[in-house]
């Protein structure tokens, strides 16, 4: 069973930074950040595939490559979502996942492969 909490969302205006954290109790080879704006189903944003070397693989929507960033703080056991150029449609609740562990599957997982999720952080970004 893996643990996950969810901080750092909170209001800003378009064009702000960002900083969610999720600290987790273990250390999961494949985390996610998801988000479900208000009506809309859950998708992912970023997701991190923590190789055996200790190197990572990133994924990122499309929506987000180049505004968001996802990394960890293995000190701190703690995955990060750096948000940058916040957009009125980055307005979600933020979720963090993690699946078990598994091998490289070389794609991002879909949400149903994730298998612990915490219980979410609130962005809202106004125009």
């Known amino acids: 069973q893996v643990q996950l909490a969810e901080s750092g969302g909170g209001s800003v205006q378009a064009g702000g930074s960002l900083r969610l954290s999720c600290t987790r109790s273990?250390?999961?080879?494949?985390m996610a950040w998801f988000r479900q704006a208000p009506g809309k189903e859950r998708v992912w944003v970023a997701q991190?595939?923590?190789?055996?070397?200790?190197?990572?693989?990133?994924y990122y929507d499309d929506s987000v490559m180049g505004r968001f960033t996802i990394s960890q703080d293995n000190a701190k056991n703690t995955l990060l979502l750096q948000m940058s150029s916040l957009k009125p449609e980055d307005t979600a609740m933020y979720y963090c996942?993690?699946?078990?562990?598994?091998?490289?599957?070389?794609?991002?997982?879909?949400?149903?492969?994730?298998?612990?999720w915490g219980q979410g952080t609130r962005v809202t970004v106004s125009s």
């Open positions: 273990a250390y999961p080879n494949y």
């Open positions: 996942a993690a699946a078990r562990p598994r091998s490289w599957v070389g794609r991002p997982l879909f949400s149903t492969e994730y298998h612990y």
């Open positions: 991190i595939y923590t190789n055996g070397d200790g190197s990572v693989t990133t």
